[in-house]
């Protein structure tokens, strides 16, 4: 399979599991993994309520018509299913730290898709 099918089975599964109830994603990661994602969600109908990042050059942007926030701004987003999608080493469980000290609960309030 190719990366853009293996993305629509993710989305396909997420929107009749962990999506439903929900008004959206949030995506933490605005490169190249999380602008992928967000093409398969939008392409679902699923909307994306922001990126979440660290890079201060993206802070205040938009990228596919969602703003792109900072860490406390995507922590504020309430009704969404949060995204971790980085593909960078080592950040899948520094976004699991952070999103869990939080309150969030991993497989209700965030998944991880990188």
Not at 29 to 37: D, E, H, L, Q, R
């Amino acid at each position: 399979y190719g990366v853009e099918a293996f993305l629509a089975f993710k989305v396909h599964h997420m929107r009749a599991t962990h999506l439903r109830g929900r008004r959206g994603a949030a995506l933490w990661g605005a490169g190249p993994v999380g602008k992928a994602f967000a093409r398969a969600l939008l392409s679902a109908g699923v909307p994306v309520a922001a990126f979440v990042e660290v890079d201060p050059r993206k802070l205040g942007q938009e990228i596919h018509g969602a703003p792109v926030l900072d860490t406390p701004g995507g922590l504020a987003l309430s009704g969404v299913l949060h995204l971790a999608a980085v593909g960078q080493q080592g950040v899948r469980s520094r976004l699991r730290g952070i999103l869990s000290g939080a309150g969030l609960e991993e497989m209700r309030d965030f998944v991880a898709v990188a």
